[in-house]
């Protein structure tokens, strides 16, 4: 199911999501990597040192996510403090005033000015402290992708400085690696020549030349600034695709779901109330999808669309997933973006297609009720049913900001409850009880052992649907129904249409509530 899907692609669909974390316009990271990488090769890196560029540079500033809990405390709108943390040198005078112009923002006067007060009485050393937090776990993650000592060396002074009054602050000038040196200044590089041009980013790194970044790294690129700097209105992903041949490493299934499941542990990095819930989501969307009769194919896509279902959430505040009170309603609208932004981050590599387009639904409801698109019935498929009830299932039993968590009997009964209002599948919320280990009162059991989805496919065919209309109602593949079929007549024992649509008949099984409306 991986079809040959490469590292580099997840690593990159992984960058955008980190965009979203940043506060920055899509595709940000991407063409920070094609300077990085155009510097390096002009600084004469060795060509291990260029490809370690590339995986450096997509995971430089992945664990942003990981301090978010702790900005957003202090400044609300994190991402928005990252994007404004441009436009200063990180050092000194300049970055504290930065920082105490933008705490408590959103605050009323009162509030923020005790905010800043208890700030400046030790909450600057947590900011401090929490940068050192991002450049460990993005050490993490790499190493868990199996990047090598190169790139994790790289990522852990992703916050050091030329002058050496970086975080940790454990080595200076030529003791950075040159692979960061070069990400650092194509970070920088890329949001002012968006903002101003060339010409504004040079003038940017020659007044942080030999304080923030290397200064013999900065003149080349003042020499080469067309080079270097120009033409990166071009596609990102294709051009970083095209470029990154070299770590172009590709994976098979184990490794595809175990990058996935590394995925998913970020994702869970925005909130501290979140911590495992992807992870705790896609073990009952999995056991479901088992007890469910899925094929293999089908279950697979379940396991990983649970995994990565939040993964769009990194596009949303810090400070409202962690707010206590109600949102407001442009608060609620941002939220309800979330898992759109999830099927956008998982969309260019094709092979990720299919399990973001799982993934984007899990806030649909069958009543039309859900967010972002309000689909409806036959719009969505089993596999995104089963991870809608998981979700719900999980989240109501853990902490959040707002409530506590429901003790597991109240957990059922939320579950039933959306089951009978008609907004979750009633096979997928027993499946997901009976998962969860609750005792669940079974339906009838289907004939001659047909299972749900066999049934939705039988009342198609008997309706003279082709393989691959059947497939699109069912957001499965045209393969996948026509073994459906296959199980279906070995199992009810006839070998035409015509022969399944008496059997069907006779069983009940082509009653309106198994159209899937």
């Known amino acids: 199911m991986s079809g040959g899907v490469r590292l580099v692609e997840l690593v990159a669909a992984l960058s955008l999501a980190t965009d979203l974390g940043l506060g920055l316009p899509q595709e940000h990271v991407l063409r920070q990597t094609t300077i990085a990488a155009r510097l390096a090769a002009l600084a004469g890196l060795s060509p291990a040192q260029q490809t ?14 990981s301090d978010s809990h702790e900005l957003a405390k202090w400044f609300g709108d994190e991402a928005h403090l990252r994007a404004a943390s441009y436009q200063v040198d990180k050092k000194g005078l300049p970055m504290m005033t930065f920082m105490v112009g933008h705490v408590g923002d959103g605050s009323p006067p ?53 002058d050496g009054k970086g975080v940790p602050g454990r080595c200076a000038g030529e003791g950075i690696d040159p692979v960061m040196r070069a990400v650092q200044i194509a970070d920088d590089a890329e949001v002012f020549v968006r903002l101003g ?95 469910l009769g899925l094929p293999e194919e089908e279950r697979v896509l379940v396991e990983r669309a649970a995994l990565v279902h939040d993964i769009g ?48 639904l899990h806030h649909e409801r069958l009543d039309g009720s859900g967010y972002p698109r309000g689909v409806n019935g036959a719009g969505i498929p089993m596999t995104a049913r089963i991870v809608a009830a998981a979700d719900v299932l999980h989240a109501v039993g853990e902490d959040r900001p707002h409530r506590r968590a429901l003790p597991p009997k109240e957990c059922e009964s939320v579950l039933r409850a959306e089951c009978r209002a008609g907004r979750l599948d009633g096979d997928a919320v027993l499946a997901v009880l009976a998962a969860a280990g609750r005792e669940v009162r079974r339906r009838p059991a289907l004939p001659a052992g047909l299972t749900t989805r066999e049934v939705e496919v039988l009342d198609r065919l008997v309706r003279g649907r082709s393989n691959k209309q059947i497939a699109r109602d069912l957001g499965i593949s045209p393969r996948t129904v026509g073994t459906h079929v296959e199980h279906i007549y070995v199992k009810i024992g ?17 009653a309106p509530s198994m159209n899937g409306e």
């Open 52 to 65: 370690a560029v590339y995986y450096t540079s997509l995971l430089a500033w992945v664990g942003c996510v």
């Open 110 to 162: 009162v509030r923020r000015l005790t905010t800043i007060a208890r700030f400046l009485s030790g909450g600057s050393r947590e900011a401090g402290t929490s940068l050192l937090t991002h450049c460990q776990t993005a050490g993490l993650l790499a190493d868990r992708l199996g990047l090598g000592d190169t790139v994790g060396l790289a990522l852990s002074q992703a916050f050091e400085r030329w």
């Open 197 to 291: 041009g060339i010409d504004a980013a040079v003038g940017m790194l020659r007044s942080r030349r030999g304080t923030e970044f290397d200064p013999g790294m900065v003149d080349l690129v003042a020499r080469h600034a067309d080079d270097v700097l120009g033409d990166l209105e071009q596609d990102a992903w294709d051009e970083t695709m095209r470029a990154s041949d070299g770590a172009a490493r590709p994976l098979d299934e184990a490794e595809l779901t175990r990058v996935l499941t590394a995925f998913a542990d970020y994702a869970d990095l925005k909130s501290a109330s979140w911590t495992g819930h992807s992870r705790g989501v896609a073990r009952l969307a999995t056991g479901a999808a088992q007890l």
């Open 313 to 360: 959430a990194l596009g949303v505040s810090t400070g409202i997933w962690d707010k206590a009170g109600p949102w407001s309603a442009a608060e609620r609208e941002r939220v309800r973006i979330h898992p759109y932004l999830t099927e956008r981050v998982l969309a260019r590599p094709p092979q990720l297609a299919a399990i973001g387009a799982v993934a984007g």
């Open 494 to 510: 006839v070998s035409t249409r015509g022969a399944a649509a008496l059997y069907a008949m006779s069983h009940g099984l082509v």
